[in-house]
């Protein structure tokens, strides 16, 4: 069974940076692509960023240019760099791996950005 543990969320302020990490059990490189996901109250859950085998990643317009997801192979781990954090980031954050056959879930990781 595939586990992928998230650690880094917390309280911020609105302009300071967080950083989250997603620890796999397996190699990452066994699943298609990585991503990480947010959920805010009322809120549909939304892709944030991924970064699939070849290295290629995606972002969230909303995120573009602020955020940023990277991996380390020897760790097994995938990280999401998050700057100039805004309150419409509050939100749990779920890292999630994606395979041909399934997709895995993290337990999620508060973030909250304070004004």
């Known amino acids: 069974q595939v586990q992928l543990v998230e650690s880094g969320g917390g309280l911020a302020q609105a302009g300071e940076s967080l950083r989250l990490s997603c620890a796999s059990s397996e190699s990452i490189f066994t699943f298609n692509a990585m991503a990480w996901y947010r959920q805010a109250p009322g809120r549909q859950r939304e892709l944030v960023a991924s970064?699939?085998?070849?290295?290629?990643?995606h972002y969230v317009d909303s995120v573009e240019g602020r955020f940023t997801i990277s991996r380390d192979g020897a760790k097994n781990t995938v990280d999401l760099q998050m700057n100039s954090l805004e309150v419409e980031d509050t939100a749990i954050y779920y890292c999630?791996?994606?395979?041909?056959?399934?997709?895995?879930w993290g337990q999620g990781t508060q973030v909250t950005v304070s004004s």
């Open positions: 970064i699939n085998n070849g290295g290629y990643t």
């Open positions: 999630v791996a994606h395979s041909r056959m399934s997709d895995y």
